[in-house]
């Protein structure tokens, strides 16, 4: 999933300095389950910022909703008699949901109340890991499951660089090397012979240097 992480309080104080009637918008996806941006944190920001500007002597009006996505022209459409109500829309929802809302929305101000994170898994209560970068040509048959582009630093392909230390990476002794845990899984698998093949170049020219991606499926357009 999409993991982000709640923008400090501070900067969203001063995004919204400008603005008298602002709506807190949430998403019930990915950044509810990372619970940076659901119903809950909807709740506990517009209370924080109600708070804060009562403290100041400030007038302002603070509205809540969370839609069921924010990156879905279906869901956003859920808010269109609403809009008019507010100068603008603080969006708790990831930079996809931020941007749906603003091209949908021409004329009003879109401000980010979380950072964005990464794709990750939710390893642990309260820690979420990044696990894959989109690179768009996927190599994960080849090494066992681990992904080299997201957890290896330098993104190597053939193999470690030669940096790591009792498994863990050069960069950080609490950051495990990947290329240790490819080894190891196909250990498991029984599958040195993969590590041992010299893999074929992969073609970057479906990661993000290639410019903004688009996937099309024919077979689902209507
Ligand atoms: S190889 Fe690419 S698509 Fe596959 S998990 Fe890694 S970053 Fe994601
Ligand atoms: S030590 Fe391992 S994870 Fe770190 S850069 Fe080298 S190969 Fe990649």
């Not at 941006?37 to 100041?56: M, P, T």
């Not at 048959?141 to 470690?160: D, E, F, H, M």
């Not at 940096?163 to 490819?182: F, H, V, Y």
Request: charged share 25%; net charge negative; proline share 4%.
């Amino acid at each position: 999933m999409i993991i982000a992480s709640k923008k400090p309080i501070e900067e969203i104080i001063q995004e919204i300095t400008p603005y008298s009637r602002i709506l807190i918008l949430g998403c019930n996806e990915c950044v509810t389950v990372c619970e940076a941006g659901g119903k809950k944190e909807v709740e506990v920001l517009a209370s924080a910022l109600r708070i804060f500007c009562l403290s100041q002597g400030i007038e302002k009006t603070i509205g809540e909703h969370t839609l069921e996505r924010q990156c879905d022209h279906e869901y956003l459409e859920e808010i269109r008699n609403m809009v008019d109500d507010y100068d603008a829309i603080v969006s708790l929802a990831c930079g996809v949901g931020v941007q749906f809302a603003a091209e949908k929305y021409l004329t009003m101000p879109l401000l980010p109340g979380v950072n964005t994170v990464c794709l990750g898994a939710n390893e642990d209560r309260g820690l979420w890991t990044e696990r894959c970068q989109a690179c768009g040509s996927c190599v994960l048959a080849r090494t066992g499951g681990i992904c080299p582009v997201s957890r290896c630093a330098k993104r190597v392909l053939n193999g470690p660089c030669g940096g790591s230390t009792n498994g863990k990476c050069e960069i950080s002794k609490d950051t495990d090397c990947a290329w240790q845990l490819i080894i190891d899984r196909l250990k498991a698998l029984d599958k040195m012979d993969d590590y041992e093949a010299v893999a074929p170049v992969k073609d970057w020219s479906k990661d993000r240097a290639g410019g903004p991606r688009t996937v099309t499926r024919e077979d689902v357009k209507i």
